[in-house]
């Protein structure tokens, strides 16, 4: 599967936006599909999370309550909904997606086969 993420740009704090991630050569419903990010000199870092199975969501700690993963099966796309943004969700964002992923694995970022290229989200204050 090939994934292709957009819908990043420069935003004011507090402001939305929402990214996409839109695969092709493959069906998002049958993959886990997640977003990581990374800033300069950081490791990759998990975002969200919606799995294959059930169509759970996961999210990290610092993004609850103003991130949303959705998955649109008719448009073979998952959307991060990203509200009430911070300047310190500035960074480069990446979509992932996986086949055999367990629960318990599903924040790690070596476990995910396939990666789109990324988009820069940029918070000014």
């Known amino acids: 599967v090939q994934l292709q993420a957009s819908g990043g740009g420069l935003v004011q704090a507090g402001a939305s936006l929402r990214l996409s991630c839109t695969a092709s050569g493959g069906t998002v419903s049958t993959y886990t599909m997640g977003w990581f990010r990374q800033a300069p000199g950081k490791e990759r870092e998990f975002v969200a999370v919606v799995t294959l199975s059930g169509g759970r969501t996961f999210y990290t700690d610092s993004v609850k309550g103003r991130f949303t993963i959705s998955r649109e099966d008719a448009e073979n796309t998952v959307y991060l909904q990203m509200n009430g943004l911070k300047p310190e969700d500035t960074t480069v964002y990446y979509c992932?997606?996986?086949?055999?992923?367990?629960?318990?694995?599903?924040?790690?970022?070596?476990?995910?086969?396939?990666w789109g290229q990324g988009t820069q989200v940029t918070v000014s204050s």
């Open positions: 992932a997606a996986d086949q055999h992923l367990i629960t318990s694995a599903i924040a790690i970022v070596d476990q995910y086969d396939y």
